[in-house]
């Protein structure tokens, strides 16, 4: 036996190679069963339509059509594409199935975006902070992501033009703007309407595409948020200068993985390319029991059911929250979505509160993970979408009383979780 | 309205990305629908074990077990992983948990080996002619394929000498060697085992990588195949040289896009981090479905089938082109797997042969698809594994309609259909 140098063997890219902090939280979790998990992003389990789905498998199975089990078309299911074309109206996004690829989950969407539109070198503008999917996939081709702050109602439009000009007169070439701006991972936050007009204006004057990943786009929170209000910068595109993402990981389930992107034909051409030597194809299992869903009305149940769901999930984080801390943490009202975005306030510190409230049995993603640039440590990652209630108390509890563990003996006179 | 110059956002390789002739086939396929197809590898759809599934699905959705629907570990189910240990044991394969991840298909297994080994200008050796999912994979990442003539028993050991010091001496990158041994797409060549043994001592000599895509290996022919000549050279790697791709495709269905990727673990964790950032995860459903399929007996069972299948469905073909060409048409008998190489005699082109079949309503792969180097045009790839047979003899009788066409007035006095 020899032993083999691997270094050798890994190209640039894989040498760059590192594991993202939300998937190592994965692994931590996976580890511990007791643990409380309030750090990735998954959807309640229980909300999933298990009973719709195997009468749909059963039909589909039964049917001993071919394009269930076989090879299918790299752009996906046509009369799947079908749907997603009238889905996509009532977003006010017309499109047909010469702009839509399925995809494996939006992850591979924003992979087959680096792919095709990335160098090395290449300058993607993110929003700080931004998801650390999106960062991953473009990182992987080697690109370089500039953050860009956020105000209230999004992007500093100030800060984004200072940025650009910045980059541009250092000679560096900037391809696209990568936005989420429905209920934002990691932050929640809603981009206003008005920032979403002068977004693509900006990217219109700057001939500059916008990305524009929009998973939570139907989890509004009826109590604060009209759905008129998450309406995308793609339904306002004209001149095909959006890629637009979206998912039904959030609103059927993440485990049959179809997502679909949205774009101007000559891109779409490329992105199925990349699509053929990625994977050759979805699976047709997948891809028709979504695309039954949608068609026998199980999609349009859920909605409403899911929006009502997530909103009490977020109230029970924000009363445990208000409870356990008082006004000890801030945080970023969630409008929608699956995410709180807590301001650890004073002298704490995310990364190094993280292995103590693992310690006492609770763990988040911390908030440094979502940033490009910058040494940003005050923030934390709460996802509410994943544990009951009772779990969400009492991770909200351990929680404190890692904080209490980390500032010390002052509080632990008065232990916060007992509040 | 202004109009966006979509090539000033196109990467290098989003540039270069060309459709494959295959999936080019597929779409004329799609728009045609008496067209009898010898051109994709589909398995028939027919030996898909349909009630095996539909009762396993029924089982699995009915628990609400949340893995079945939920995002999961990017290496893959972990009760799957531990039943493809036990698989690749019965392979003479020694492997763990730690040496695999699920992939989503073993085209992304080509992708995740593509990205993790290879930089732009790398060269990767390969067989002449070689698989184009391969060939497409490695080229997306702006890598070389440099060809190596095969003999009767598999790669000519001078001709990858020479080829190796060749590109040595020129100061090329050369980091690995990709091989199909058994019933290779699209020759369906069998690699003698001194030859496996021989490729891997070469490998080991000057530190090279092989990557083993073994996708037919469970299809040998009982007639003249026994299954100890299908032997992985992974089964004889002591070292870790050897990175090994084999897939659920063939043998249960592809629709489900299970595959399975397996190599040292200093390389998988960063196939892993790949993985991650190109998809998250493979479907929970999927996965769970295969996973039961081996435990249940379902995949055990299906094999002999299988081999007796497709060796009915390669004598059709063979009986129905002896038919129709006598000698006109010389080929390579196929011991295992999908395909057939047949050699067009005298003038003909594979290439200029196709519009013309087309015309007469059957498609086939043009042979030079498969060559990365050289102008071969005399092969055409037609695979006997997804038509009826009856659609098989149609085929052949199109076929010879069309080379009777292709060859001009002396064989259309003997029209060669009606033979």
Chains 1, 2 share one sequence.
């Not at 206003?192 to 004057?205: F, H, I, P, Q, V």
């Not at 059911?305 to 009490?312: D, M, S, W």
């Not at 909200?396 to 916060?416: C, E, I, K, M, Y």
Request: hydrophobic share 45%; charged share 20%; net charge neutral.
């Amino acid at each position: 036996m020899t032993s083999v140098n691997y270094d050798q063997f890994f190209s640039r890219s894989g040498l760059a190679m590192r594991e993202s902090a939300i998937r190592r939280m994965g692994t931590v979790l996976a580890d511990a069963r007791d643990m409380v998990s309030f750090a990735p992003g998954y959807p309640t389990e229980s909300t999933f339509p298990w009973d719709a789905f195997r009468a749909i498998a059963d039909d589909l199975l039964r049917s001993r059509q071919g394009t269930v089990l076989q090879y299918g078309a790299t752009r996906g299911y046509r009369p799947l594409l079908e749907s997603l074309t009238t889905l996509m109206a009532t977003r006010g996004i017309t499109t047909s199935p010469d702009r839509l690829t399925v995809t494996n989950g939006s992850q591979q969407g924003l992979d087959l975006v680096a792919r095709v539109l990335l160098n090395p070198d290449d300058v993607v503008l993110v929003e700080l902070p931004s998801y650390t999917g999106a960062i991953s996939a473009f990182r992987s081709v080697g690109a370089e992501l500039v953050g860009v702050a956020q105000d209230a109602d999004g992007l500093n439009m100030e800060a984004l033009d200072a940025t650009l000009a910045r980059l541009r007169g250092e000679g560096r070439t900037v391809k696209c703007l990568y936005v989420v701006p429905n209920f934002q991972n990691p932050t929640g936050l809603l981009v206003g309407l008005e920032k979403r007009r002068l977004l693509l204006d900006w990217a219109t004057r700057h001939d500059l595409l916008i990305v524009e990943d929009d998973p939570y786009r139907d989890l509004y929170f009826e109590d604060v948020t009209r759905e008129s209000e998450t309406r995308a910068i793609a339904a306002d595109d004209v001149d095909g200068r959006v890629i637009y993402l979206s998912s039904f990981s959030k609103t059927l389930a993440p485990g049959l993985r179809v997502a679909w992107l949205h774009a101007a034909p000559a891109l779409m051409a490329k992105f199925e390319i990349a699509k053929q030597a990625s994977d050759l194809c979805n699976g047709g299992l997948g891809q028709q029991m979504v695309h039954q869903a949608i068609e026998r009305g199980v999609l349009a149940a859920q909605l409403p059911q899911l929006r009502a769901h997530y909103q009490a999930q977020r109230d029970c984080m924000v009363d445990a929250l208000h409870g356990a801390f008082g006004t000890a943490l801030t945080w970023l009202q969630p409008r929608g979505g699956f995410f709180l975005w807590a301001n650890l306030s004073g002298p704490m510190d995310g990364d190094a509160l993280l292995p103590i409230a693992q310690a006492r049995g609770v763990i988040y993603v911390a908030g440094s993970a979502f940033f490009v640039s910058g040494d940003e440590r005050r923030f934390i990652r709460l996802s509410f979408s994943a544990p009951t209630p009772e779990r969400i108390r009492e991770g909200v509890a351990r929680l404190a009383l890692a904080v209490t563990d980390a500032t010390g003996a002052a509080a632990s006179t008065t232990p916060v979780a007992s509040r």
